[in-house]
Structure formats: structure tokens, C-alpha cells
Nanobody, 115 residues
Framework: QVQLVESGGGLVQAGGSLRLSCEAS????????MAWYRQNPGKQQELVATITSGGNTNYADSVKGRFAISRDNAKNTVYLQMNSLKPEDTAVYYC?????????WGQGTQVTVSS
């Protein structure tokens, strides 16, 4: 059974930083494409960042240069380092693990950026 548990969300002032963690069980993160998505009520879900099994990373234009996705294979955990946060980064952030035939989600963690 796949479990993805996010943590690290919270309230931060604009310009601040947060690091989100996604601890995985039931899968090996380095064998999957791992991603962070975010969503606000009434808005479309947005793909924020991905890291492939080969270690390639990709980012939404809105977060390029500010966010960084990484993984720690020993801890089977994926991170999202978020710097220079803006009020428009406020959302629930979800961890996702994908490989052909399986798409798994965490429960989400709230990030709120005050102006």
C-alpha cells in the first residue's frame, strides 16, 4: 500500500521560506516520477515541480528560480524548498508519485503566505 505523507506547511510572511517534505512508504521514490502539485479552492490544480527517476527536474514558470525539488533516497523522501514566497503561492500542496499503472497522492499540506 502506497502512503505519501506531506509535512512542513504553515504560515509564513512574503519573502520567507518553507521546506515541504513527502515521506513515502510502499514505493521507492527514486523509481518513480515524484511531483508537487498545488491547488486553491475553486481553482485548477497546478503542477509545481517534478523529479524523474533519472533525477531530471522541471518547474512551473511561476516558481522557477524560487523553488527546488529534491529527494533523499536513503530517507525515501522528496522535498520542495520554497524561497522568496509570495502571497500567490498560498495553496494546499500535494505530493504525487507516478509510474505507469499507478498514480498516488498524499493528503496535502497547507501553505499560507501573508503579505
Amino acid at each position: 500500500q502506497v502512503q505519501l505523507v506531506e509535512s512542513g506547511g504553515g504560515l509564513v510572511q512574503a519573502g520567507g521560506s518553507l521546506r515541504l517534505s513527502c515521506e513515502a512508504s510502499g514505493i521507492i521514490v527514486s523509481y518513480n516520477t515524484m511531483a508537487w502539485y498545488r491547488q486553491n479552492p475553486g481553482k485548477q490544480q497546478e503542477l509545481v515541480a517534478t523529479i524523474t527517476s533519472g533525477g531530471n527536474t522541471n518547474y512551473a514558470d511561476s516558481v522557477k528560480g524560487r523553488f527546488a525539488i529534491s529527494r533523499d533516497n536513503a530517507k525515501n523522501t522528496v522535498y520542495l524548498q520554497m524561497n522568496s514566497l509570495k502571497p500567490e503561492d498560498t495553496a494546499v500542496y500535494y505530493c504525487n508519485a507516478w509510474k505507469p499503472g499507478r498514480n498516488s497522492w498524499g493528503q496535502g499540506t497547507q501553505v499560507t503566505v501573508s503579505s
